[in-house]
């Protein structure tokens, strides 16, 4: 079982940045793939970022050029540094991890709220 804490939302200004940080409970070099995925009230859950163990990266249309997502293989952890913000990335921003031949784990989410 895999286990995923995020940390590092919180409340910043438009235009500004936060990097979020996504602990696992394995190595990371076992997962298939870690992601990064938002749902805002009212709407779908939403892919953000994924990263293979390999190092691929994939981003939604709307975040390319403005997130990055990386791991680090020493600290088990994934992030996702995010700038310039805007109001409409308000959301519940959850780590994801892809493992064995069908397994998901989620994290419990972390705020991010962006103002005008």
């Known amino acids: 079982q895999v286990q995923l804490v995020e940390s590092g939302g919180g409340l910043v200004q438009a235009g500004g940045s936060l990097r979020l940080s996504c602990a696992a409970s394995?190595?990371?070099?076992?997962?298939?793939?870690m992601g990064w995925y938002r749902q805002a009230p009212g709407n779908q859950r939403e892919l953000v970022a994924t990263?293979?163990?390999?190092?691929?990266?994939n981003y939604a249309n709307s975040m390319k050029g403005r997130y990055t997502i990386s791991g680090d293989s020493a600290k088990n952890t994934v992030y996702l540094q995010m700038n310039s913000l805007k109001p409409e990335d308000t959301a519940v921003y959850y780590c994801?991890?892809?493992?064995?031949?069908?397994?998901?784990?989620w994290g419990q989410g972390t705020q991010v709220t962006v103002s005008s």
């Open positions: 990263i293979t163990s390999g190092g691929v990266t």
């Open positions: 994801n991890a892809r493992y064995g031949l069908m397994s998901n784990a």
């Open positions: 394995v190595s990371i070099a076992r997962l298939a793939a």
